[in-house]
């Protein structure tokens, strides 16, 4: 999973339980901003494994991360999915998710952009591009509601739905 600073992730401790419940081993990749939003040891903790930021080293002994099934991108920032479909890799996470379009793995993104950035005529070219390229973008209006505290939130299970359906649609190709 990747993910990058849009208020959904405030609250990805409710989507990690639902993931792993589900049979998913889930791991974690975070922008450098949404690394300072969240609580990286919290999502260690829930995961099982560290959340990535930063590359690791080359010579680090650290374990690489398992080759994946299928990538959740959530939330997906107007700034993210802008540089994503450009292919700039300026951050571990943008870099992941370039190197994901070639590894043949069912990604689904879920957008939290704003109406107003949603009209920017980058945002089109961008849910284009990252359309042909196989990524199946959820509609920010269908999966984002408002919590309690006023902030965007996403209904997780339907994340979890367009997930399963993506890797099956694959599996059935």
Known sequence: MVTSAAPPVLRLEELIPQLS???WAVYVIATPTAASWIDLDDLAAATGCVTRVQPRPPHQREKSLPRAEALLVAPLTFNSMNKWAAGISDTFALGVLNEM???EVPIV???CVKPALRRHPAYADS???LTKAGVK???PDTITTRAEDGLATFDWSYLISALCSAVKSDADR
């Open 21 to 23: 419940a589900d049979g």
């Open 101 to 103: 379009l070639g590894a």
């Open 109 to 111: 993104a879920a957008p």
């Open 127 to 129: 849910v284009a591009r």
């Open 137 to 139: 973008l959820l509609d």
